[in-house]
Every structure is written in C-alpha cells, then in structure tokens.
C-alpha cells in the first residue's frame, strides 16, 4: 500500500526530484524556492549543493545533463533573471539527461524587489513550462518534466509561486527510479553553440516546440472538467484551488503545460460553454495566446495583474461581495525591522549619525531603509550597490560620493558583487564598498555560502576570505571591523568616504539568530539615570520602548545585549549585566 503523507509544496518537488532518479541539484537560496534544496539535501542519493548564484546553478545542471544524468536548478523568480543567459542557450542544445529547472515566483511581493512572470521569459526562451496546482501534482509534475525533458530534448521549467510552495497538501509516496545514465557522444552541432551550429539548432527548436503544442491535447497533465456549460474557467496552478472553491461546479479547462498551451484544448472548450473565465495570477500569459487564436473570453479586464490571487476576488468579481469564513479583522500595522541585537542595525546607526546615503542591496539590510534609521536610499537587484556607486562617481564625479557608501552584505557579495568591484577596481573609480558579513545568507533563513566554510549538507569546506579576495581583485585598501565597534566605525567611514582611493570595509558579526548563537548579557536602564532624550531610541531597537513617564525600558525577554544602546547613552543609564 503506497504511503501517503502531508507535505509542503516544496517539500514536494524535493521528493518528485528524488524518485525521478536526479542525481545532481545546484541552487541559489531565494524566498519562495529555498527550502526545495533544504529538504533534497535530506537524501543520500542526490548531490546537493548552494551555488555562488542562479547563474552557476544552472550551468552546473547543464553540465550533469550533457553528461547523461538527470539534473535540477532550483531559484526564485528574480533568479532566472540571472541565469537567462544559459538558459536561452540551454534552449538551443536540448539535453542528454533530462533535466529541470524550478523557479517560484513571488505574486504579492512577499519577499522580492519586483512581480515577474516565468511564463514570459519561458516563451521567450522557447521552454516548455509545467505549473502544479497542489503538493501531490508538485510530486508529481517534477517526475513528468523528466520524461518530457527526454522526449523533446529540452530543459522544463516547473514554476511555482509562493502560496503553492508554502502551502501543504497530501502526497503519495512512491519509490526511487534509478535511471541509467545516458551515453555521452561528442557532438559540435549541438552542444557547441556556435553561429554556423547554433542556426540550424534554432530550426530543431521550433520544431520541437510545435511538435510539443500538437501533442499538448493529449498530455495527462491538462484537464477538461465539463460541469455547467453557462460558465467555465481556463486556469492554471494555485488559481485552480480558488476556481474549485467558489465555483464547483463550474466547468474548467485547467492547464499543467502552460508553455505551450494547446490550441486544440482551448477550441474543445469554448464550443461548450457559453462565457468563459481566464484566471490565471499576474501577466496575462494564456489569455493573450487565447485571444490571438480569435476566441472570446474575459480576463484581466476583470482581473488584477498585481498580487496574489485569492478566492475572496473571485467572489469579488462574480458576484461582488466577499463570502469569507471568518470575518475581516483588521491587523496591526507591523512593518518590517533589524532583530534585537542585529549588527546591520550597529552599522546603520554610524551611517545615520554620520548623515551618509547607502546604495543598497538584496538582504536584510534593506530594512536600513525606513526609519529610524533610514540611510538605505537604492535597493535593485544583487550586486547593484556597487554598480550603482561606482556609476554615480563616474557620473556626477568624486564629490558627489563623499557623503555615499554601498552597502551589500556576504552572500550578495559572492553572488554577483564581486564583478560590481571588479569593475570599479578596473575604472579607476573611488568609493566606499561596506561588505557586512553576518556569516549566513541571512533573508532567506541562513543557508551556507562560500565564505561560511560549511556546504548544503553541512560539511567542511574551505572558506572563501573575503579580505584577502578584495585584496586579490585589486582593492588596495581593506578594512576588517567589528559591526558593534561604533566608535571604530565611524572613524573608519568618516576617513573613506574623504578619501581619493577605493576603500572595502568589512564589517563582522555573526547573525543573531545563527544556531549556535548564545547571549549572556542583556542591557538594562537604571530610571534613576534617565533623562528621556531618547538617542538610544534612535537606533530603533524593537526590544526598547518608553514607559507612561518617558523613560526608556528594555524588554530582557527580546534583548541580546549587544549594548548598542548603550553607545549611544550621554548619561550612563544604560549598563550590560549578566542574565
């Protein structure tokens, strides 16, 4: 008897990997992806392992597929971005061993600098693209993009999106397929994609891509569900879920290759049912498709392309109210902030007393950007702190950046933040680059990296050093300092951003919430000594509030003792004391 089990969506496409008999995953660690990784590297049988970014993580799942093995890559939407340039090419040659790329996508921006949609760079691409709509078809559409993988000589992208990675659902187990390695055989025309092999590959891709749409009517992963024919729905993935609640019975074309999408399928449907529904979140992908083969059905003139969607919207739109189980409470405002003890929060601090503009980066270090400390001004993309200084320099000239810095953290270093100083090393440009190395990638819930001297699976392995690597590229100016040496810091930042060099500095202190990581101190306030002037307050510690009378008081349960308060009290009302 098949056991069955609940499981995350992520946790799911982990086990489809492991019993499709893949060998090899690389991945870059990005919210709603990671934990697809986490939970792999749980099985002996695959090799598991972080990349510096999406960009390696790809090529080294092309390079086990070339090699006859069955291969996976695993990012965030915003991740693709950065390994679209394989990826097209990855296109061109086709596979030896099967292989799938997972890319999540954020509706509703729960953890990303911007809304995109897989599907469109998938059709750009000419990749063929499978979208789950529960945990079991999470299993389930892994296993299937490896036989379509094989059989049309292509990569398959599985997309997923937050509420489908995060959400659980119940799973049938079955067993690992051990799949035979294919036979690797030395062929120029198509694995090296030159211009005289690269024309005739992008003939084989149309081809393969048309075979695909005339074969997509009969794929098991596309289903017709014909109920009430007075209204119907074409959907895909979690949008499905919220069709079957408020519409049961409804009839329903639900797609699980939505690139491409089968015209035959869409023509069957249409002739049944007299309105139809495309319900698909963010762009309008199928829908755009289905109106250029001339069909009539309604769309995002309905639906929003922001956000998530919900069952509640489509209650919304149909019948204009809400029919929500339980009523709407509105919830307290609770904005993102630096945790107790944060050593981004010491260093912010500096750079808000110094009056310093940031060019930001990815991590938790965006959260400089509101107040009270407000000095992160940029946030775009990994790496773009450094791009974006040196291109200010270089814009506006040496003054301009007297009073800036960028500010990128260890592991967005290691992903593309070292080209950014490459560049300004070989532009001659000048500026201050503050590395704040907090050992972890610390946003997506402190998973390994280069510099951290452990792998995925936790073993030992040597540690990149950051210094000497900045000394390496040509930095002749590196600086390491502790995050919580205030006074330190604000020597150093004062004397670099007056300075006529390019200067790196490295700013360490492990992540509080490291494992691991132990606090034996806390920070308390003697009342007697306070003055209510609040210049502690400014660091916007979540562990200080004021009391009825003013005076500040420290919350021992939240507080780390890092003693940054403390720095920062004219009247020694604030000591560290044991717990």
Known sequence: MAKKTIMLGNEAIARGAFEAGVKLSSAYPGTPSTEISEYL??????????????????????????????????????????????LYTFAYTGVNGGSVIVVADDPGLASSQNEQDTRMIARSAHVPVLEPAD????????????????????PVILRTTTKLAHSQSTVELCDRIEVEDKEYARDLTKYVMMP????GRHLVVEAREKRLAD?????????????????????????????????????VLKFGLVNPISKKLVEEFVSKVETVYVFEELEPVIEEQIRAWGFDVRGKELFTKQGEYSANLLRRVLFGADEAVFDKQEAP??????????????????????????????????LGAVAPLSVIDTTICMGASISALHG?????????????????????????GVNSLINMVYNKSTGTVMILDNRTTGMTGHQEHAATGKTLKGEE???????????????????????????????????????????????????????????????????????KCGACMKIGCPAMTRGEDGKVKIDATMCNGCGLCKNYCKFNAIETVER
């Not at 005289?196 to 024309?199: L, P, V």
């Not at 590196?478 to 330190?488: A, H």
Request: net charge negative; with cysteine.
């Open 392 to 416: 200010m320099e270089k814009a506006r000239g040496k003054e301009f950046i007297k009073n800036w810095v960028a500010v990128i953290g260890d592991s967005t270093f290691l992903h593309t």
């Open 461 to 531: 392995t040597y540690a990149i050093d950051l210094a000497e690597l900045c000394r390496a590229i040509g930095v002749k100016r590196v600086i390491e300092i502790s995050s919580f040496d205030v006074k330190g810091l604000e020597e150093v930042i004062r004397e670099s951003v007056n300075g006529d060099e390019l200067t790196v500095i490295i700013a360490k202190a492990p992540c509080v919430l490291l494992k691991g990581q132990k606090f034996p101190n806390k920070c308390v306030v003697d009342p007697d000594k306070c003055r």
């Open 215 to 251: 074969d997509a009517a009969d794929l098991p992963v596309n289903k017709m569900e014909i109920n009430d024919t007075k209204i119907g729905f074409i959907t895909c993935g979690i949008a499905y879920q919220y069709v079957k609640e408020v519409c049961p019975e409804a009839s």
């Open 135 to 154: 945990s079991q078809e999470a299993k389930d559409f892994v296993k299937y993009g490896y036989q379509l993988s094989e059989e049309y000589d292509t």
């Open 333 to 366: 405002n609770r904005p993102p902030i630096l945790c107790p003890g944060c050593p981004h929060r010491s260093v912010f601090s500096v750079l808000n007393k110094l009056k310093i503009h940031a060019s930001g980066d990815i991590g938790c270090y965006t």
């Open 41 to 86: 590297a749980k099985y002996d049988e695959v090799y598991t392992e972080w990349a510096p970014n999406e960009k390696v993580a790809t090529e080294v799942a092309i390079g086990a597929s070339i090699s006859g093995v069955r291969s996976l890559a695993c990012m965030k939407h915003v991740g693709l971005n950065v390994a679209s340039d394989p």
């Open 196 to 199: 005289a092999s690269a024309i």
